[in-house]
């Protein structure tokens, strides 16, 4: 409220809340269908007050590339200027990286294209651990992928799930008839849909957490009983909450969904119950963190999605902008000068020091290196390949058989990478192609990452699930005896080989640990 976000009020002036996945009570404040995007207005406006008051000095179109360590601690970063291709260096008592999650190892997402994780995974080569990479969610209403030519997938807010009922059909052949386009979603009479979320969940419903709905949604797929014509997606339906609240009302609440959704399909949901399908929307493993948001580098602090701190294994919705709030507002502000304190006698620190002679002709090296492979095969396309196994072995369901095929076609993706990948276009100047491969070379050491940690976490958890620990009716099950640490993974000196583990307990003094249940 203080950046100016419109949050949805009662007619009394009161901020109003609905419900969310994973809640049984009303607490989540809400813009509309689109307050991520009133979130983002907010802060941008907010930071360009800042900017106008000389507070903070922006630097668009350039990115991290590397970070600078002086005497064991960060002292700043080797920046690549997107627009000239030049390297630039900037010198600091201590960096705080927000450069947000990496949901896009799978190329296909819900996130921004330009999302990567390359200043997050160079951190970790330089020494910061990280944790928990595996704990990916998955959000379950997104547009269904329609082809191979997509390089982005759009989300439909969770809140659609707050009236909105999600089913397949009970019999097999009408499956087969939507399939093939025969018929549509609205020729199904009631007693022939399946409710599977309320059949499954009666206490949550459609309100299950992202990863349970995820999850029912690929069981029900597997079976045979999507919708589209891939067979990849569940049916989102309105026509109950038409008949309840009338359209009118419904509209009110949802109207620019609807109206996305129809821009995007083609399809009115006021006619025909839409079209979902589950898609790599968060990432809640990230940089690992102390309480005070420094990562295992001195100096460097991480903040937002980018470490792995307050979700677990498993993010509600609405939590990111939590996290964001309480990293930016409440927690660096006090943290950074409990490390600042005894650096007053530090001088301004020198960009010319040969920390960052090294650092810089480090980075510069690589771009040669990628640029000159000169070989036949575009970025997009071999990080398709990526998204593929990623996707297939890494993504809803993961097994031991699957993460180690899983981790030997990462190995063959790199060397296809390192010998075949095409810049077109000059090293000099603004070249997406050439950005978009340093990306890739990054998110290959992130797939491999997951897939390590995945393949270690012998239990299912929150976002991560294991085929082999799951219950007789196909629930995640934990196995807190052997498994309640955070895995910290360090980076052993070169790419080709295993990182290493180490555990940090996870203790818990004033909370007696439970499972949650979802059906009662
Ligand atoms: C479609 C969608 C809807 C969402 N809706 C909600 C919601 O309603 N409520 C909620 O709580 N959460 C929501 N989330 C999640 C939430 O938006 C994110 O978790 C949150 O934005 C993360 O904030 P961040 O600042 O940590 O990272 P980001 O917002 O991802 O920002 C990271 C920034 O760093 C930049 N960057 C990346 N790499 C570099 C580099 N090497 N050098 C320089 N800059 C770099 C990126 O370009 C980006 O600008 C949504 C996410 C998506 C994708």
Known sequence: MAQGVPFAREYGGMLANRSFGGVQVCRTFYAKGQTGQQL??????????????????????????????????????????????????????????????????????????????????QAYRKGAYFANPCFVQIHPTCIPVHGDKQSKLTLMSESLRND????????????????????????????????????????????????????????????GYGVNNTGLAVFLDFSEAFQRLGRKRVDERYGNLFDMYQEITDVDPHENPMMIFPAIHYTMGGLWVDYELQTSIKGLFALGECN???????????SALMQGLSDGYFVIPYTMQNYLSDQIQVPHIDTNAPE??????GVQAEIDRIYNIK???????????????????????????????????????????????????????????????IHLRDFITMGELIAYDALERNESCGGHFREESQTEDGE????????????????????????????????????????RNYKK
């Open 40 to 121: 983002l207005l907010g802060a941008y406006s907010s930071l360009m007050k800042e900017v106008h008051n000389g507070t903070v000095e922006l630097h668009t179109r350039t990115e991290i590339e590397d970070i600078v360590i002086i005497d064991g601690r960060c002292r700043g970063v080797i920046a690549k200027n997107l627009v000239t291709g030049k390297l630039e260096r900037y010198g600091a008592h201590a960096v705080c990286l927000a450069t947000g999650g990496y949901g896009n190892t799978y190329f296909l997402s819900t996130n921004a294209m330009g999302c990567n994780c390359t200043a997050a995974v």
């Open 164 to 223: 909105g009922r999600i089913w397949v059909p009970k019999n097999l052949e009408d499956a087969k008839k939507l399939q093939r386009g025969e018929i549509q979603g609205r020729d199904i009479p009631e007693e022939d849909r399946d409710y599977y979320l309320e059949r499954r969940y009666p206490a949550f419903g459609n309100l299950v957490p992202r990863d349970v709905a995820s999850r029912a949604a690929k069981e029900r797929t597997d079976a």
């Open 308 to 318: 792995f701190s307050d979700h677990g294994a498993n993010r509600l919705g609405a």
């Open 356 to 361: 960052f002679d090294e650092a810089e002709k």
């Open 375 to 437: 070989g036949d095969e575009s970025v997009d396309s071999i990080h398709k390949k990526l998204y593929h196994i990623m996707w297939d072995y890494v993504g809803m369901a993961r097994n031991e058989a699957g993460l180690k095929k899983a981790l030997a076609m990462l190995k063959d993706i790199r060397k296809e990478f390192n010998e075949h990948v095409r810049i077109p276009g000059d090293k000099e100047g603004l070249n997406t192609e050439l950005d978009k491969a």
């Open 476 to 515: 995640a099950k934990r196995d807190d005896e052997h498994y309640m640490y955070v895995a910290c993974w360090q980076y052993p000196g070169q790419e080709e080989v295993p990182p290493t583990l180490l555990k940090e307990p996870l203790n818990y003094q004033y909370i007696k640990v439970q499972v």
